[in-house]
C-alpha cells in the first residue's frame, strides 16, 4: 500500500495556535530549524482518541527547547489543549501525535538570539503495533551501529533534539541494508545505550531486569513507565551500564518506545535472545495500561 506523502493530505494542523488547512502548514527554506538544526520534537500515542502521557510529553518538549536555549512560547497546558483540539478536528481514535517547534526566518546565522520560535502539532492514524502476531512470536532483530551515543559535554543529550537524529538515521540506514530490523547504539564510552528510537532491556539469567543508566540518551517516558509495571509484577529493576558482552547473561531483551510500545528483541547480532513471558507479560500490561483496561485503572475510575 502506498504511504499519502506527509505533505499532501487531508486535514489540519495546528500551527502557532491556529488550525491550518494540512497543505498550507509550511515553512520558508531559508529559516534556522531547517539550516542549523535547531529544532526539537515529540512523539505521542493517541489510544481510543486519547493521548497517553500528554503532560509529561508536552513538559519534555518544552524542556528539550530550553535545553537548546530556545522558548516555546506555550505554556503546558496550553499545548496539551492543542493536542485535544487537534486530535478532535482530525477525528483521531488510535493514532499519532507530532509536535514539533523551530527557530525560524529573523536570522541566518549560527547567532539566532533574534529569531521566532515556531510550533506545530500534527496529528494522523496511526494503529497500536499490539497484537501484531508476527511481534509476539518473532521480535526484532538489532544490528550494532558503529555509531555511538555522545557524550552529555557534546550535545544536551535529554533533548529530544532533531539534530540527534542524524545518528539514528545512519544507523538505522545501515542496519536495514544488512538486513536487521533496527539498530542498537553503544555510547561514547562503549557501553549498551538504546535503539534508534526506543530504550532497551535486559531479563538477565537470575530474573531480574537490568537496562541502560540513561545519562546519555533519553530516559524514555514508556521507559519509565515499563519499569514501574515490572516492578508492580515484583521484579527487580536495575539501571546501571552494561556492556555489550553482558548480553550472553541475558535470556529475554525488549525495546520501549511511545512508537514501539514493548517490542521483544530476539537477537542484537550474536547475541540471541527467547520471546519469553516476561517482555510478553509486560507487553500485556502496557497495552492494557494505555487503554485504560488494566485492574489498576479500572479500580481508580470506579472510586
Ligand atoms: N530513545 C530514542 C532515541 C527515541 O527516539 C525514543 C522515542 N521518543 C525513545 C528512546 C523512547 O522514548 P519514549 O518512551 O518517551 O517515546
Known amino acids: ?64 527547547a530550553q535545553m537548546l536555549d530556545f522558548e516555546i512560547p506555550y505554556s503546558v497546558d496550553e499545548l496539551c489543549k492543542a493536542t485535544e483540539a487537534v486530535l478532535k478536528e482530525q477525528h483521531i481514535v488510535d493514532g499519532y501525535i507530532r509536535p514539533v517547534a523551530w527557530r525560524g526566518s529573523e536570522m541566518m546565522a549560527i547567532s539566532a538570539q533574534n529569531n521566532k520560535t515556531h510550533t506545530v502539532i500534527a496529528t494522523w492514524d496511526w494503529p497500536a503495533m499490539f497484537g501484531k502476531h508476527d511481534i509476539r512470536k518473532e521480535g526484532v532483530r538489532l544490528a550494532i551501529s558503529k555509531w555511538k551515543r555522545p557524550s552529555p559535554e557534546t550535545e544536551p543529550t535529554a533533548s529530544k533534539a532533531a539534530g540527534l537524529y542524524m545518528i539514528c538515521t545512519l544507523s538505522k540506514h545501515a542496519a536495514e541494508r544488512a538486513g536487521f530490523q533496527d539498530a542498537m547504539m553503544l555510547d561514547w564510552r562503549g557501553y549498551v545505550a538504546e535503539a534508534t528510537g526506543a530504550n532497551i532491556f535486559f531479563v538477565m539469567k537470575n530474573g531480574e531486569i537490568h537496562t541502560p543508566k540513561p545519562d546519555c540518551f533519553l530516559d524514555g517516558i514508556t521507559r519509565r513507565t515499563v519499569i514501574e509495571l515490572a516492578k508492580a509484577r515484583g521484579y527487580t529493576v536495575v539501571e546501571r551500564h552494561i556492556t555489550p558482552e553482558e548480553m550472553a547473561d541475558a535470556k529475554e531483551a525488549f525495546l520501549t518506545g ?46
Open 258 to 303: 511511545t512508537a514501539a510500545e514493548v517490542t521483544p528483541v530476539a537477537a542484537v547480532e550474536n547475541y540471541t535472545f527467547t520471546i519469553g513471558p516476561v517482555a510478553l507479560g509486560l507487553m500485556d500490561d502496557y497495552a492494557a495500561l494505555v487503554r485504560g483496561t488494566s485492574p489498576e485503572t479500572l479500580k481508580k475510575a470506579a472510586g
Open 1 to 64: 500500500m502506498a504511504i499519502l506523502p506527509f505533505d499532501d493530505r487531508d486535514g489540519v494542523i495546528w500551527f502557532n495556535g491556529k488550525m491550518v488547512p494540512w497543505r498550507d502548514a509550511k515553512t520558508h527554506v531559508l529559516c534556522h530549524g531547517l539550516h542549523y538544526a535547531s529544532s526539537v520534537f515529540e512523539g505521542i500515542r493517541a489510544y481510543g482518541g486519547k493521548a497517553f502521557k500528554l503532560r509529561e510529553h508536552m513538559e519534555r518538549f518544552k524542556a528539550s
